[in-house]
Structure formats: C-alpha cells, structure tokens
C-alpha cells in the first residue's frame, strides 16, 4: 500500500453520538427511598429496560447509576443491532443441542425486531435502518464456511446469501476480503438516540432514576430481603438486577471473576460526498469481519464512516486507537484517504469465556451482562426478560446456560489481557497468510 496521508489531530475526542443526542436532564441529588420492590444497578440499556417493564409491572423501581445515565457502552457503540450471538447457528447446535441451539437463536431474532417494534410504536427517532448486515470473511477458510452458515440460518428461519469474492462490488466498495455472508435482518440504528427515548419510556412508565450513586454492597437479611449500601445511604429492597456489563465493579465479586472488560474504540470521518458514500456502501448495511481483533463500521445517516474495532487489549488512549483505526479504515476503503476524522472514542465491551450474553440468578441477585459484542438489541431483550423473569414469567432460554468463570486469580483487573490479545493476534496473522494468495487482496 502506498504511503497513508496523516491523520489530522484536530478531532474531538468524543462519541459522535454524544455530538448529536438530545441532552439528558440531570438525575443527580435526588432522594432516595430507603425501602422499594426492585432494585436494578447500571444505567445503560439493560438497566433501563429492566427498570421500565419492572415499573410497568407495577413495581416500586429505583435505578442506580454510579456516573450518568448511559455513561457506560449504550450511548458509545457502534450503533449494529444485529441477530445472532458471536457463534452461528451450526456451532451452537454442536456445543447445546439442536432445541437449546434454536430457542438461543430464535430469542435474538426476537430481541431485534423488539427493538424494531419499540422505536416503531413509540414513533421514537432513532435513525433506523434495518437493510440488515454483511460478515466479511478475513481468511479464505471463513468464506468457505459461509454456505454452511447459510443453510444453518436456514434452519431457524433466517435468510442469507454467501457472496463470492467477485461479486463483492455490488455489496461494498472493497476487494479486501474472500468473500461475504449477506443477512436481510437488523442493521443500524443511533445508540444514544435510542437510548435517550428507552431513558424517557422508563420514566414514564414510573421508574426512579438515580445518577452518582454506586451501589458498593448488598447483603441479604434473614428474611431474603436484599440491603444495597449506597455513600447515600442503604436501601431495603425485594429483587436486584445487576446490569453493569463491561463496567462491572466490586458490587457483585462473583460476577466480576466471570467478566472480561475490553475497549472497544470508533473514529467517525467528516461527511462524504454522496457518490462517495453509496460505493462504499451500496445497500446502506452495517458490516463487520471475522477477525478476533475485529473491525466493524457503517455510513451514517449523514454520510459519515463510522469505522470501530478492537484495536487493543492494553489500556491505551483515543489517540493511539484513533490512528491504529485510521490505518485500518484505509486498508479496506482506500477511497477515504484525505478525509478527515471528526471523532475518535472508546468504552467497554464486556467478554465471556463463552462468547455468550448470560442471565442468571447468583445467591438471589439476577444479573444480565457479558453480550460479547451483541448487546445492541440483547441488553434491551434481557433487560426486559429480567423483568418478566422477577415478575413471575418464564426465564429466557439464555438463563440454561451456565455462567463460566475465569480460570485465573482475577479481582477485576483483567491482567492476562495483554497475553489473550497476542494470542489472538497470532491466530488472525496466521489466518492472513492465506489471505495472501487471494485474489486482488
Ligand atoms: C465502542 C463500542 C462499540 C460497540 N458496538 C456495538 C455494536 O455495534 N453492536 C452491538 O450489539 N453492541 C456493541 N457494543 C456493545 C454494547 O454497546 C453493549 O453490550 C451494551 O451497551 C451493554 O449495555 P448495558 O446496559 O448492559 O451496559 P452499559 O451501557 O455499559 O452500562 C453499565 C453501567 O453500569 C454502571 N455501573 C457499573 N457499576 C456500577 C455500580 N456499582 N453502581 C451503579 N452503577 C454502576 C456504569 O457506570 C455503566 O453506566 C459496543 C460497545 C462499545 C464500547
């Protein structure tokens, strides 16, 4: 490749989402009750949606939220809502069963097209778009196994086309991958847009939203009631949900030893020019590839790339991501040279060992997290399923999955880290050695 023009340094380093969100009124300093039915712990979608059913269902519901109101990943990600887990179909089937592998799959085609239904029927502006999305495959093997894919989402109802090599140009503007798995669900939405009305469904509904109060504790009385210890105070509640995803802090140990926290970072460049626009993205989908250090991205509602990925294992800045992304941006859309970047940002993500979200029960306290890349559409699912669930309705099918812990000394600082990222950029180099001998790549 030839040489890359620099990167200018004049962005803002902030979500772009944050740019362009109406502003959220202040909940700090309110009172707080000492004595309610639910308790939901994390201000992101998972919480709200938790907190807006539960009060739907006619619970006395406060949300704590240690920062601001969608501080964490809900109001900083890469605006994919998407089925599916990071695993398809075939190998849930190998690693669950055919019934679980199903009901697990059919529950995130469900979770989309709530979302869907929700912005729909409350007429909220949220910049969906659902032209559904395109996997790029990074190694030849990948592309080889997208027919496979393709008749397994077959089997649960999902319709998708493996796209050959040289047919690519009619799906994005790049020849840098074998090949694509093109599937009609899902596609992009803004995610701070759509938080800011979950934000506002929520209150409505009559949950009590709390910003600046980390809840540091809870204990269980005699009578299986729950103690949450607040600097503000405690308070006395019936049900929990910890709904603290990639920031989930010493409030919950046994659920921190089984969380991998990982940044997660997006540059956004200026606006495009029209023409630009629509040859690199012909059918206006959301797109990713199958690297471990993957890379995802869309053009926004305004022509903007919106390019993110996982550039690092390491605690870094948004400077350090914003060129590593830059670098990568141009590698698969070399058309870019020469636009600026606007934005550069990063949060959260959090991983399981199993690459899968888990809802579950530990000592009484429901906890719904570790989406693993999917939490767009499966935090507003289980949110609301945790609710149900506390209410007295049935458990999603998530909640049969065992919850698996960290097999390392762990208390929250992820240290093992740095070597996991060189494992898996060792895996992804080897699969680019193949990659060599595609064509025009
Ligand atoms: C850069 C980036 C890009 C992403 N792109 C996509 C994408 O395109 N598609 C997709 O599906 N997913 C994506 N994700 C993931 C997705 O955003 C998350 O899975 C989802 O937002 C999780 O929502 P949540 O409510 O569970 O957690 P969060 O939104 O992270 O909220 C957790 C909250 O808990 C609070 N908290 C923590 N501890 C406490 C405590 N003790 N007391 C009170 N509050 C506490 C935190 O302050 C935080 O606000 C991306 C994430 C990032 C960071």
């Known amino acids: 490749m030839p040489s890359l023009p620099p990167l200018n340094r004049d962005y803002e380093r902030r979500a772009y989402w944050h740019a362009t969100m109406p502003q959220l009124a202040d909940r700090s300093g309110r009172d707080l009750p000492d004595s309610v039915d639910a308790i939901v712990i994390g201000g992101g979608y998972t919480g709200i ?45 190998k690693r669950h069963g055919r019934e679980l592998a199903h009901a697990l799959y059919a529950e995130t085609v469900q979770a989309t097209d709530l979302l869907a239904g929700i912005v729909r ?20 093997k990948h592309a080889e196994d997208f027919p496979a894919e393709v008749a397994a989402l077959a089997e649960v109802g999902t319709t998708a086309r493996a796209i050959p090599h040289d047919q690519l140009a009619a799906e994005i503007g790049t020849s840098a991958y074998h090949g694509g798995l093109a599937v009609d669900v899902g596609g992009v939405v803004h995610p701070a847009k759509w938080f800011v009305a979950l934000v506002g469904l929520a209150e409505r509904a009559g949950a009590e939203l709390h910003e600046g109060v980390r809840a540091t504790s809870i204990r269980r009385q005699a009578d299986g009631r729950f103690v949450v210890e607040t600097k503000r105070g405690a308070i006395l509640t019936r049900d929990i949900l910890v709904a603290t995803n990639g920031y989930t802090d010493g409030v919950a140990p046994t659920l921190r030893r ?68 830059y670098k990568r941006m141009l590698e698969v859309h070399p058309q870019l040279a020469g636009y600026k970047v606007e934005y550069s940002w990063g949060g959260k993500v959090a991983l399981t060992m199993d690459r899968m979200p888990h809802i579950g029960r530990a ?19 289980l949110g609301t399923r945790a609710a149900e669930w506390m209410g007295g309705g049935e458990a999603p099918a998530l909640a049969k999955l065992r919850f698996p812990i960290v097999p390392a000394p762990y208390e929250g600082r992820p240290w093992f880290l740095p070597f996991a990222g060189e494992f898996f950029r060792f895996r992804d180099r080897m699969a680019a050695r193949e990659k060599v001998a595609a064509p025009d790549s």
Do not use: C
């Open 363 to 381: 000592g009484g306290v429901m906890y719904a997290m570790g989406y693993s890349g999917t939490g767009l559409v499966m935090s507003n699912w």
């Open 49 to 93: 949606a938790a907190a807006r059913k539960l009060a739907l269902q006619g619970a006395r519901t406060v949300l704590l939220e240690a920062n601001t109101l969608g501080f964490g990943a809900s109001t900083r990600n890469g605006g994919i809502a998407h089925p599916g887990f990071k695993w398809g179909p075939e190998t849930l089937v």
């Open 258 to 325: 089984r969380i991998i926290p990982i940044g997660s970072y997006i540059i956004a460049t200026e606006p495009l020019p029209e023409d630009l626009a629509r040859e690199l993205s012909p059918t206006g989908r959301a797109y990713f590839d199958t690297k471990n250090f993957l890379s995802y991205w869309h053009v926004s509602k305004d022509r903007r790339m919106l390019f993110g990925g996982r550039v690092s294992f390491m605690p870094t800045t948004v400077d350090r991501t914003a060129k590593l992304l």
């Open 121 to 140: 029927d409350q007429g909220i502006d949220a910049e969906l778009r659902f032209n559904g999305y395109l996997e790029l495959a990074w190694a030849r």
